[in-house]
Every structure is written in C-alpha cells, then in structure tokens.
C-alpha cells in the first residue's frame, strides 16, 4: 500500500490532508484502507482530542466511496479495534478489547513498538500449542502433510549454505507442523504464529548471537514426527520454544549476560 504524504494544494482542490491508498500487489482499495486506518489506531493517532473522522471526512481523505469505507469500518470493528453505533458515531475501542488473535492487529501492535511482555505472552501460548501439534503430526499427518515438514527442513538446510531465506524456511517449518496436526483449530493460528514469528524468531537469533535458527534442533522434531513418535516430538518442539521464551525473558529483565544467555550462545 502506498499512501501520499499530506500535502498543500490550491484553492479549491481537495483538502491538506486528502490521501490516495493505491493498492499494492494483491491488495485492494478495502484492504488497504484497513491496512492505513489499523495502523493509525494503534499507534494512538485517534484520541478523545482527536476522535476517529466520520464517514464524510474518510471519504474525502481516501477518495473512496461510502460503501467502501463502510466496509473497511465493518472489518476493523471485527478486529476489536473500532465500535459504531446508529446516531452516535464511530470510536476506537480500549486495547483490552482489541483481538489479539487477529494476525493483523497482532502485527499492528509489533511493529507499533517493540514489546518483550507482548512477545512473552505470544511464545506462551506457543508453547502450550506447539508441542501439542507436534505430537499429533507424528500420528496423524497425511503423507503430503510429512512432505511439507521435510521440505521445510531441507529449505532450512538450505538457507545455512545461502540458498534460500532463512526467517521464510524456519516459518515454513513451524506452519508445517501445525497443518499437520490434524487438528482444524490448531491449522487456523498458523496465520497468526506466522506473523509474530517473523518478529521473534529474528529477535532470538540475534540473541544468540546467529544469523538462522539451528536446524539440527528443528530436525529432532521432524525426524521424530516422520518417525511416528508422538512423546518425542512433543518434547523436541517444547525445548525450541521454551529456549526462545527464556531469551525473551531475560532481556526483558534486563539480564543479557545471564547464563541462561551465554549457555544459549554456545549451543
């Protein structure tokens, strides 16, 4: 999405503040706007001084019709993000009432400002949905759901030899894994994993001090799901997230240079 910059025109034109979303590769005029106005929400744009514009003023400034701002409204008030009501208006929601569990509000509030405690919470709920899903990949995945999983980690071999993208593959492999599962519930966070992986898996590596995650810890898991071993990849899956949610940990206390940090280092 690609958003003019506010700027000055004469007389007798558009407003100061007139924008243009134009949509990018696979998006629409919708998506983009929700795009623009979910970020300007929760980065604090709108406030109880400067309250979310009407209909009239988000059709001048996005050059849009009614029905498409309404849709773009109707979709950020299903995020959680926005509450309207007849004769009263449109505002922003409290971010307790936010959906966490969209991927993109989930994204929104990461880019917003870098949050230990948001991505400790995020990893928690990994940890208790990952090794889950591993365990039942290894007895219910589908051949071509196993065939993922392996493409997964040979794409991460290749990103150690600079073949491939090692943030994608390592996502790859993680989404696998619950698609594998078996388990609708669990297939339907992968959207939302993802998103905050490319956030956190970027984060601990650079803890660790490496350039990609360590592909012979990934392998545990899958040589143990292929294998039908249901316990071991269960407990290879928990010691990857809980080594990343250890990380995280301690630098948000503070406690770089802790052991736990150095011991991660070496492995």
Same mark, same amino acid.
């Given at each position: 999405?690609?958003?003019?910059?506010?700027?000055?025109?004469?007389?007798?034109?558009?407003?100061?503040?007139?924008?243009?979303?134009?949509?990018?590769?696979?998006?629409?005029?919708?998506?983009?706007?929700?795009?623009?106005?979910?970020?300007?929400?929760?980065?604090?744009?709108?406030?109880? +001084?400067?309250?979310?514009?009407?209909?009239?003023?988000?059709?001048?400034?996005?050059?849009?019709?009614?029905?498409?701002?309404?849709?773009?409204?109707?979709?950020?008030?299903?995020?959680?993000?926005?509450?309207?009501?007849?004769?009263?208006?449109?505002?922003?929601?409290?971010?307790?009432?936010?959906?966490?569990? +969209?991927?993109?509000?989930?994204?929104?509030?990461?880019?917003?400002?870098?949050?230990?405690?948001?991505?400790?919470?995020?990893?928690?709920?990994?940890?208790?949905?990952?090794?889950?899903?591993?365990?039942?990949?290894?007895? $219910?995945?589908?051949?071509?759901? $196993?065939?993922?999983?392996?493409?997964?980690?040979?794409?991460?071999?290749?990103?150690?030899?600079?073949?491939?993208?090692?943030?994608?593959?390592?996502?790859?492999?993680?989404?696998?894994?619950?698609?594998?599962?078996?388990?609708?519930?669990?297939?339907?966070?992968?959207?939302?994993?993802?998103?905050?992986?490319?956030?956190?898996?970027?984060?601990?590596?650079?803890?660790?001090?490496?350039?990609?995650?360590?592909?012979?810890?990934?392998?545990?898991?899958? +040589?143990?799901?292929?294998?039908?071993?249901?316990?071991?990849?269960?407990?290879?899956?928990?010691?990857?997230?809980?080594?990343?949610?250890?990380?995280?940990?301690?630098?948000?206390?503070?406690?770089?240079?802790?052991?736990?940090? $150095?011991?991660?280092? $070496?492995?």
């Amino acid at each position: 999405m690609a958003v003019t910059p506010p700027r000055k025109i004469a007389r007798g034109g558009k407003p100061k503040d007139f924008r243009i979303v134009r949509p990018g590769r696979g998006q629409n005029l919708t998506t983009g706007i929700v795009e623009d106005l979910g970020t300007a929400i929760v980065t604090g744009k709108y406030t109880k +001084d400067n309250p979310f514009p009407v209909e009239a003023e988000l059709t001048t400034q996005y050059g849009a019709s009614r029905s498409v701002l309404r849709e773009a409204v109707k979709m950020l008030t299903a995020k959680g993000l926005l509450r309207a009501r007849p004769r009263q208006g449109t505002w922003v929601q409290p971010e307790s009432a936010w959906n966490l569990l +969209d991927p993109d509000v989930l994204r929104w509030l990461l880019e917003r400002k870098f949050s230990p405690a948001l991505l400790i919470e995020f990893t928690q709920i990994r940890l208790a949905v990952e090794p889950a899903a591993a365990g039942l990949a290894a007895t $219910r995945s589908t051949a071509s759901e $196993r065939a993922a999983i392996q493409t997964a980690i040979e794409r991460m071999v290749a990103a150690e030899r600079g073949e491939d993208e090692p943030l994608e593959s390592d996502i790859a492999f993680h989404v696998a894994v619950l698609h594998a599962s078996g388990n609708r519930f669990y297939a339907q966070l992968s959207e939302l994993i993802e998103s905050a992986l490319r956030f956190s898996i970027k984060l601990t590596n650079r803890y660790k001090g490496v350039r990609l995650a360590s592909v012979a810890d990934h392998k545990k898991v899958s +040589d143990a799901i292929l294998a039908g071993k249901a316990d071991a990849a269960g407990t290879a899956m928990r010691h990857l997230i809980q080594e990343a949610l250890d990380l995280i940990e301690a630098e948000q206390a503070g406690n770089f240079d802790s052991e736990i940090v $150095r011991r991660k280092r $070496r492995l």
